[in-house]
């Protein structure tokens, strides 16, 4: 488990709250600009904490959320897989195929609903760019990184498939996360400069709960 540089053994008295002011925009994307500048016009204000937890495919991003949605349950979680579910059945189509078949639009489209559901506050963003989307609105944002091995395993194990495939399926799917982004919105998701806070879920369950507990314990003191 390894933090961020400034956290500390007694927890993250290193961080601190990040201020939003007026300025706009907030966002780090620049075509979402326009969408977060209507919401505003129509009386979007954040009233509570924003986090936001991205990370590769098989990291243990879900762990994370999870053990921070039991330390924080008065925040909503705001899920973009829940999100595409949603669509996908507006389509008629299974999720698999869905994600298979989605043009730039039900991408862009989802990353506004995102946007949309996060930023009155009081919320946790997962989405793989959520830093990326909810920018300066959110006051912490958080990335979850594994050594490629046990991501492989993990993906593995979960999927029910052998460790070639999950291999081959997660050296795929890291590739083209990388050009989708790139190519619509001009962003480098593998610069990990963004995040206040990065999880390295090496070691052991055991070990990423006290991380996470540490991490939860920094943010209330923060908050």
């Not at 989405?127 to 006051?139: E, F, H, K, M, Y």
């Amino acid at each position: 488990m390894k933090l961020s540089e400034d956290s500390n053994s007694e927890g993250f008295n290193g961080l601190s709250w990040i201020v939003i002011g007026d300025d706009m925009p907030k966002t780090k994307i620049k075509l979402l600009e326009g969408h977060e500048k209507e919401l505003v016009a129509k009386g979007a204000k954040k009233k509570g904490l924003i986090i936001t937890v991205s990370g590769f495919s098989g990291s243990g991003k879900s762990s994370v959320v999870k053990m921070l949605m039991d330390a924080f349950p008065q925040l909503k979680l705001v899920y973009s897989g829940g999100i595409f579910r949603e669509n996908a059945e507006k389509a008629g189509m299974t999720l698999e195929k869905y994600c298979a078949t989605r043009e730039e639009q039900d991408d862009i489209d989802t990353d506004k609903e995102l946007f949309r559901m996060s930023i009155a506050g009081n919320a946790i963003a997962d989405s793989r760019i959520a830093a990326w989307t909810l920018g300066n609105w959110a006051d912490f944002r958080i990335f979850v990184v594994g050594p490629f091995g046990a991501r492989v395993d993990r993906v593995a194990k979960r999927e029910g498939i052998k460790t070639s495939q999950a291999r081959n399926m997660l050296e795929a799917r890291d590739s083209s996360d990388s050009r989708r982004y790139r190519e619509l919105y001009g962003i480098d998701v593998n610069d990990l400069d963004i995040y206040d806070i990065i999880i390295d879920n090496g070691g052991t369950m055991e070990e990423l709960k006290r991380g996470v507990k540490m991490v939860a314990e920094g943010i209330g003191k923060s908050s």
